[in-house]
């Protein structure tokens, strides 16, 4: 069983930091892309940034900039560094990997964490 736990959230005035945290447990072969998408109150999720097994990373225009995705694959976590925030930028957090289970199986599956919550105040 896979497991993806996110930490890291908080609130947040403007213009300040903060650094998420995503840990991947359980059966684990080997993790392909991993990345972090976020949602608004009424809103949809929306990709926030994408980081792949060799370290190329994909943000979404909104972070540009600001956000840094980085992962540290001995430790099957993935970060997600988010500087001069911004109110909208309020949301739940989640994390995402593809993961292949085992060596018997050869299809890689895509797992979500529960997710973390951003609050930035004004």
């Known amino acids: 069983q896979v497991q993806l736990v996110e930490s890291g959230g908080g609130l947040v005035q403007a213009g300040g930091s903060l650094r998420l945290s995503c840990a991947v447990s359980g059966s684990i072969f080997s993790i392909n892309d991993m990345g972090w998408y976020r949602q608004a109150p009424g809103k949809q999720r929306e990709l926030v940034a994408t980081i792949t097994s060799g370290g190329a990373t994909n943000y979404a225009d909104s972070g540009k900039g600001r956000f840094t995705i980085s992962r540290d694959n001995a430790k099957n976590t993935v970060y997600l560094q988010m500087n001069n925030l911004k109110p909208e930028d309020t949301a739940d957090y989640y994390c995402?990997?593809?993961?292949?289970?085992?060596?018997?199986?050869?299809?890689?599956?895509?797992?979500w964490g529960k997710g973390t919550l951003v609050t930035v105040s004004s």
């Open positions: 995402n990997a593809e993961i292949r289970p085992s060596l018997g199986i050869r299809r890689f599956t895509r797992y």
